[in-house]
């Protein structure tokens, strides 16, 4: 056969512990059912379509339509195949390790099959001392069509089960319930749809047994003066133990903490002990550094090491642990808007506003993310001044750098299990195969400081009311609550929450987001209706008719765990994947752009929302145009060329996305008083990106930050200044804001200035505002008319705007204590403005270095007038801005620093080259193309 064969010498450099070794099986052929298609030396870890990739057997399938016509690879079944020479001595009880097996696979050894998986999330150990040979052994994997596979399962199934289908996806109906793999593998309404399938984690045969190898540890982490008293903490780490079975006497285990031992003991371990024993060594620190969350402290981590000894043989494991408390308070109350139930957080007796995003994957293939993509996008987490993400549930648990990092950097996770937007079998096989599932994740990830809490699912029971209300089904078949609710009640309450409970106790669970919560936890009744009650649980909210800057459409929850608005991503990530025909005329670039929307209505919904307040580029105006029109060659508002009408919707559209999230964030912000509804967490959707299309994220698949990523680190900051116009009022309304945890003192100075120019009309000044610890406040109202005054200032709510300036201030020591980001107030709409007109340059750039980190500092400089939403870039290098998007008036400088990734060669990028790739944009070059880009000067 043509195979490739590894031989038994790998063990020489392979060695794990005494008395085992591993040989591995890192170099496949790969082909398909009938062997037309063929890779010989496929790289594992990998899954079918990076394979064909690194062969030349396909492109990029993110590259325009590509996704269309690469459908043939998931209906193709794929087989991987080895040979491994061993000698006729080798050691006694091989077992083959596969980590991941992504999709539906039968494994084969030497023509015997040794298994039969069909679960992407959990690593498979499979005996095969009966079927290993001396000499050439022969190891096959062949994995079926997982759209072929879950269809079955859903014919077969008893009665039909549902779940949501996405717009302008091929792959639909997939019956993606039945399958545990990744459910975004099928196509979401933010991305594509590739079903890939492969060996995407690491596979090897390991050769005898450890004699004692140290697995994984838990910490249990006790209080003993009561939860209120973290002056002294006592610390249980329980290490779980693998390999042989056979009795070991005097064995050694030692624990440091910070490299000083703190503990030893020494052991026993019975004949008889039984697999994942775990042997408990207990610490007590005194006085301990405690664990925050981003905003408000340090993320301390104590570096844990424990060592395993005796004469036979000698086994280390290590970890970094923080010490700290996590509480998800859920407390009966009535104030507030209405009677129910609070929903926060608490991080060591401090309750914590939740400011996040949720994670989507990074990527469709998913052993082609890097570290360094992880490592970007919680980086720019941390520099939103975000302190959760929320690890969505139709995608796949994250990788252990992932939870490291979180650790590392103070972001809380919300953990779902991985089952989204629909229901799901219940027969034993599935059941049986969701307990090893659950159970093997929890213990890989509750040693993870960071995860606050589990979630069962994402949106199942929320489903039950849009199946009702919008159903989907065959022909002669509806939906039945009745079972519906027995489904998720067997499969969440009955035996997901049992294992959770029992293997990490220390940490909340909910069954479902979002949710009304409980009627009681003994016994456990859920509060089953409509999840979108404001007085109870979390919330997700969506609404894309109505005016996003209209605070009232936004409700008054306790928590929002998803909300959001679509945008397009940047000319330069589209043009990455298109073709330069694909710019040349809109009937071209509008057949691209619809391909990669999967979002019904999406691009009406976001050209509704920019109507509202900006010149929008014909013939953007109206979708019914762009499906009418086979070319545009001028338009009298618009001038410009096409390929620049088009960048000029693209940047809006970001824009626009990001005002109706600044609206959101500082309704909900202000919504922490408990008159306006005690909302105590905003995690909006979405973090990132799986490819280029349009989608509610604010980092791009490329990890360019959009722009709403900058408002969102502008809201999410530890104070804010909020200004809304109430409908009712002629009265604008100042708040401020503050996750602080200390009283302050603020400054604000008022300022109104002319559109045109920024030049100053009058100023009005506060001093020494007193804000209390942790508290949203109304500090002033402000009469609009008697502020523009519009016979002695000859403003008008066109011609002049309100600038807010604030200085923070510790109530005790007087020093300024948080910062305080200026704040703009309109009184028109954007296309109502009387704007002027200017440049906005990039006029010196200098490169500092700090050990790993480089950063390009950038002098920005507008002429006489005001320009709004000014973005800076620099196409193709991975970093972001200190300040993006903002208001410059006239004559202003602004010092902006670029962050390089840290993923980035930076000795190839000098200052010249930095320099020649900005680039400045700003709303009124969006309208005029006489505005050429200026070169730095």
């Known amino acids: 056969m043509r195979g490739l064969q590894l031989t038994f010498t790998a063990l020489l450099a392979t060695t794990t512990s005494l008395n085992a070794a591993i040989v591995p099986l890192d170099r496949w052929s790969f082909r398909s059912a009938n062997g037309s298609v063929r890779v010989d030396n496929a790289s594992v870890p990998g899954t079918s379509h ?82 290993l040979l001396p000499g050439v052994n022969h190891i096959q ?73 140290l697995k994984d540890l838990q910490v249990v982490q006790v209080f ?38 703190k503990t030893t003991i020494l052991t026993t371990i019975p004949e008889d002990w039984k697999e994942d024993t775990a042997i408990e060594l207990l610490f007590r620190l005194e006085n301990p550094k405690l664990w925050w969350s981003v905003g408000y402290g340090e993320p301390y981590l104590y570096g844990i090491r424990v060592d395993a000894w005796n004469s036979d043989f000698n086994s280390t494991l290590s970890h970094k642990i923080g010490i700290r408390q996590v509480e998800l308070v859920q407390d009966d109350t009535h104030a507030g808007n209405v009677a129910g139930k609070t929903f926060y957080f608490k991080i060591n007796q401090v309750p914590i506003f939740i400011k996040g995003a949720n994670w989507i994957p990074a990527d469709s293939f998913p052993t082609r993310t890097k570290a360094s993509t992880i490592s970007h996008l919680l980086e720019s987490v941390r520099a939103a001044n975000m302190n959760m993400v929320r690890v969505w549930g139709g995608g796949r648990y994250e990788s252990d750098l992932f939870y490291a990092e979180c650790d590392r950097l103070g972001i809380l996770v919300w953990q779902e299990l991985m089952f989204a937007c629909g229901m799901y079998p219940r027969d034993t096989a599935f059941l049986q195969n969701v307990l090893k599932e659950v159970s093997v994740q929890v ?143 809109f009937q071209a670039f509008w057949k691209f752009l619809k391909y990669r929307e999967r979002h019904e209505n999406g691009t009406t919904q976001m050209v509704t929302q920019l109507e509202r307040r900006f010149h929008v580029p014909f013939p953007f105006r109206n979708e019914k145009w762009l499906g009418e029109v086979s070319d545009v060659q001028d338009d009298k508002s618009f001038g410009f060329s096409i390929s620049k009408r088009i ?45 280029q299309g349009s989608s509610w994220s604010s980092i791009e698949y490329s990890g360019r930050w959009k722009s709403l990523h900058y408002v969102a680190k502008r809201e999410f900051a530890s104070f804010i200044i909020s200004i809304h116009k109430r409908e009712d009022s002629k009265a604008a309304e100042v708040y401020a804001v503050s996750d602080v945890n200390e009283d302050l003192h603020v400054d604000v100075v008022y300022e109104i200035r002319r559109t045109k120019c920024g030049s100053l009309v009058k100023s009005i000044d506060r001093q020494a505002i007193t804000v209390a610890a942790l508290e949203s406040r109304l500090i002033e109202e402000l009469d609009i008319e008697a502020l523009l005054d519009h016979g002695a200032t000859s403003c008008h709510h066109r011609s002049c705007f309100l600038h807010v300036h604030c200085v923070v201030k510790s109530s005790t020591t007087g020093l300024e204590t948080a910062a305080c980001e ?46 709004l939403f000014v973005e800076v870039d620099v196409p193709g290098v991975l970093g972001y801005w200190s300040s993006n998007s903002f208001l410059m008036v006239g004559n202003e400088t602004k010092m902006l620093n670029f962050t390089v990734s840290a993923s980035e060669n930076v000795d190839m990028i000098t200052v010249d080259a930095f320099s020649r790739l900005i680039t400045v944009n700003w709303l009124q070059k969006s309208y005029d193309n006489s505005v050429e880009d200026v070169a730095v000067q």
């Open 50 to 131: 990076v394979h064909l990739m690194e062969a030349g057997v396909i492109g990029d399938p993110y590259y325009r339509f590509n996704e269309r016509e690469y459908q043939w690879v998931a209906q193709e079944a794929w087989t991987y195949e080895t040979q491994v020479t061993l000698p006729s001595d080798v050691s006694s009880k091989p077992t083959l390790v596969f980590e991941t097996l992504d999709g539906v696979a039968h494994v084969t050894v030497n023509g015997k099959q040794v298994a039969t998986t069909a679960n992407s999330f959990v690593s498979h150990r499979i005996d095969v001392a009966a079927v």
């Open 822 to 867: 200026d704040t703009y107030h309109f009184f028109a709409p954007y296309k109502h403005l009387n704007l002027g007109w200017g440049e906005v340059a990039a006029h010196s750039v200098v490169k500092t270095e700090n050990g790993n980190a480089v950063v390009f500092s950038v002098e920005l400089v507008a002429t006489d007038f005001v320009a």
């Open 647 to 691: 960048e000029s919707y693209l940047y809006l559209t970001q824009i626009q996305q990001s005002l109706c999230y600044q609206t959101a964030i500082q309704t909900w912000r202000r919504g922490k008083n408990v008159e306006l509804g005690m909302t105590m967490g905003i995690l909006y959707w979405q973090l990132n990106d799986i490819w």
């Open 141 to 213: 994997v062949e994995f079926q069509p997982v759209l072929q596979y879950t269809r079955n399962q859903a014919d077969t199934y008893p009665y039909f089960v549902p779940a949501t289908e996405n717009f302008n996806t091929w792959t639909e109906p997939t019956r993606r319930s039945f399958a545990r793999k990744a459910g975004s593998d099928f196509g979401w309404d933010w991305g594509p749809a590739f079903v890939t399938s492969g060996i995407a984690g690491p596979a090897y045969i390991e050769f005898g047994e450890p004699v004692v190898k």
């Open 443 to 585: 213990s890989r990830l509750r040693k993870y400081t960071s995860i606050a809490i589990w979630g069962g699912n994402n949106e199942n029971e929320n489903m039950m009311e849009q199946f009702v209300e919008a159903p989907i089904f065959p022909p002669g078949t509806t939906f039945n609550r009745d079972i519906a609710v027995v489904d998720f009640t067997t499969l969440f309450v009955d035996l997901i929450r049992p294992i959770i409970v029992a293997l990490d106790s220390s940490r909340p669970f909910v069954d479902t987001s979002p949710s009304n919560g409980l009627y009681s936890v003994d016994p456990y009744v859920k509060r089953w209706g409509p999840t979108n009650g404001v007085a109870f649980g979390d919330v997700h909210f969506y609404d894309y008719n109505n005016d996003c800057q209209d605070y009232r459409m936004y409700p008054r929850a306790r928590f929002i765990s998803e909300f959001g608005f679509q945008s397009w991503p940047s000319a330069d990530s589209l043009h990455n994947i298109s073709s330069k025909d694909d710019w040349d005329s």
């Open 224 to 261: 003993p003066g009561g939860k209120e008293d973290l002056s002294v903490v006592d610390v249980t780490v329980r290490v779980a133990l693998d390999g042989g079975k056979a009795k070991h006497e005097n064995v050694t285990f030692d624990l440091f903490v910070n490299e000083e031992k």
